[in-house]
């Protein structure tokens, strides 16, 4: 082989050796950059929060089959949760709580989700300001017997029509729109698989003071007050709405409301002294 082939072999090798030499110099620093920037990385700080265990319809009681704590993130903790940090002792404490509102697995247990321990189970799942007033139902008057604690239902009131004008007249009027089932009879809850109906006798509505005495006065007029059942989609809809012109003393003075013969008696208020 002739020299000038060994000289120009040998710098071939040696260029070789010197580029995957500067190849590892380089790739180093980058290894060492990455393991510094993962160890300098750290995980967010969490705090154990109290949540529910399983699916809990209204009226359910806890016990510590179904609550647990669960890290949850720090800056995702807002007012209202129940944390290991503030109630240490909650699964002790919070065992026979009622739940005022269904509650979900994994979902954290808010304060107002739930109600004293009391034996007053109906009065605990009232809100504030609200009356529970029953009516007598059948599955004729009841949609069927397919009504449920928490449904929303319209009260429709049927009355004869004694006004003069023709007999055997019916009247139908909406008395109450879009209102809470608290119970059939004295289930507060539903089924577990949710799927059986309640055949009652009685339901109990949630109700604002205005509301219990419209239907006070419906009962006393109506030959017939059935239960409309509402679409779960209408749950946000307002519920407050009534047949106002069944209250007395809009003037704000106490007033005895006159009925006769199933109609109200209009301007027929007694002042109390």
Not at 75 to 92: H, M
Request: hydrophobic share 45%.
């Amino acid at each position: 082989m002739k020299p000038a082939r060994v000289i120009i072999l040998s710098v071939a090798v040696v260029a070789a050796g010197a580029a995957g030499m500067l190849a590892m110099r380089m790739s180093g620093p980058k290894t060492v950059i990455m393991q510094q920037t993962e160890a300098v990385m750290t995980k967010e700080e969490t705090v154990n929060v109290l949540v529910s265990a399983a699916n809990l319809p209204v009226g359910s009681r806890l016990d510590e089959k179904s609550m647990h704590w669960m890290a949850w993130p720090t800056s995702g903790v807002v007012e209202g949760f129940i944390t290991e940090t503030n109630r240490p002792q909650a699964l002790t404490e919070l065992a026979g709580v009622i739940v005022r509102m269904p509650l979900f697995e994994g979902e954290p247990i808010r304060r107002e989700k739930i109600a004293d321990s009391s034996a007053r189970v109906m009065s605990s799942l009232l809100p504030s300001g609200k009356r529970a007033v029953s009516t007598e139902i059948s599955v004729a008057t009841g949609a069927g017997g397919f009504i449920l604690p928490n449904d929303r239902v319209d009260v429709i009131m049927v009355r004869s029509d004694k006004s003069g004008n023709g007999s055997g007249n019916y009247l139908t009027e909406t008395v109450l729109s879009n209102v809470r089932v608290l119970a059939i009879d004295q289930q507060v809850e539903e089924k577990d698989d949710g799927s059986k109906s309640v055949i009652g006798t009685t339901a109990t509505l949630e109700l604002t003071p205005d509301q219990a005495k419209v239907m006070t006065v419906a009962q006393q007029m109506a030959d017939r007050l059935s239960l409309a059942l509402r679409s779960v989609a209408d749950a946000q809809e307002e519920d407050t709405s009534a047949a106002d012109y069944l209250l007395s003393g809009s003037s704000g003075m106490p007033a005895i409301q006159v009925i006769k013969n199933g109609n109200v008696v209009k301007d027929a208020e007694v002042k109390m002294q």
